[in-house]
Every structure is written in structure tokens, then in C-alpha cells.
């Protein structure tokens, strides 16, 4: 009864890795509802099994040592994975340079610029969980998320009143309330 850590994470990766590919197993789709579950952050701690899609109903994993697997995610970065729109790409992208604290073409400032532009195309809650995450593990970002904040929050001040017309209110007035 006590609260799992990142170790513990790290073994349940490990066991879900091996029950997945005893059962040859490749790609896994989790809803919503199971993202905090023990079984999706013991995937996210195994570097085996990098997320290649996420969005506010669902998130798939997939098994970088198989060959469909490598395939969609090699596909991220060299334009073959195809996405609904430019936004959930942007979100993905963003998640591996985060992670990576950088990556050889990317900084992580261009992570969140991904990562605003995903969010401004599409408010989603996996792009403005890119935008606070920036904010909280890379200090050096800490002027532009703020800069964002500030953007965002006088839009949203001036258009509120369209945008509670629109789909995807909840997530710009949750934005809002960050932003504040």
C-alpha cells in the first residue's frame, strides 16, 4: 500500500515489456483514463517503448525493437509517420526533444516552440502539458513560457467570448487559469 517510485516504474516497464512480446505484442493503445496507471508509466520509463502518438483520448506506445515498431518511430523525425494534423506531430516531437534535454538538430527551445505551435493550432492538453513542462524542468525556457502565458491569457481575455462558442473550451480556460 505504499506509493510507487520511479524504480518501481522502471521493474513494471521491464515485466510489461517482456508479457508484451511473449505475446508478440508491438503497439499499445492506452485511453485516457489509464495515463496515471502503473502499467503507462511503466511503459514510459522503458526507453524500449517510446510514445509515437498522444492526444487528449489516447496515447500509443509502440516496440522500437520490432521492425513495425522502429518504423513509426524512426517515421517522427523523417516525415514518414503520418499524423491527423501538423499539431499532434508537433506535440510528439516536442516530447522526445523534452526528454532527451535536446536532441542533435533540435533544442529544446525549439521543443517549445513545437509545442506552442501545436497548441495554438489545436489547444490540447498534451500540447500545454509540453508548454508547463518546459516551464518546470528546463529553467532557460522559463522568459518564453512566460511570454506565451502572457500572449495567451490576452487573447483569451479579448475572445473569450467567442471561443466559449467553440470546441475545446475547457482546455483554453484550464490554459487561461495557468496562464493567470
Not at 22 to 49: C, I, T, Y
Request: glycine share 4%; aromatic share 16%; no cysteine.
Amino acid at each position: 500500500k505504499r506509493e510507487l517510485n520511479n524504480t518501481d516504474y522502471i521493474g513494471i516497464g521491464e515485466w510489461a515489456d517482456k508479457m508484451l512480446r511473449e505475446h508478440d505484442v508491438w503497439l499499445v493503445l492506452m485511453p485516457l483514463r489509464q495515463f496515471d496507471s502503473a502499467f503507462v508509466k511503466g511503459l514510459e520509463s522503458n526507453p524500449d517503448w517510446p510514445v509515437v502518438f498522444i492526444s487528449d483520448e489516447q496515447m500509443i506506445f509502440v516496440d522500437i525493437n520490432t521492425p513495425h515498431g522502429k518504423k513509426l518511430f524512426d517515421g517522427i523525425f523523417d516525415n514518414k509517420t503520418l499524423y491527423p494534423d501538423d499539431s499532434y506531430k508537433n506535440i510528439i516531437v516536442a516530447r522526445h526533444i523534452f526528454l532527451s534535454g535536446g536532441m542533435e538538430k533540435h533544442s529544446v527551445k525549439d521543443g517549445l516552440d513545437l509545442a506552442i505551435d501545436a497548441f495554438y493550432s489545436k489547444p490540447s492538453l498534451p500540447a500545454l502539458t509540453m508548454i508547463l513542462s518546459a516551464d518546470r524542468n528546463f529553467p532557460d525556457l522559463k522568459p518564453y513560457v512566460n511570454n506565451f502565458y502572457e500572449n495567451y491569457l490576452n487573447d483569451y481575455l479579448k475572445k473569450r467570448n467567442l471561443y466559449v462558442k467553440q470546441d475545446g473550451y475547457y482546455i483554453r480556460i484550464f490554459a487561461a487559469f495557468w496562464a493567470a
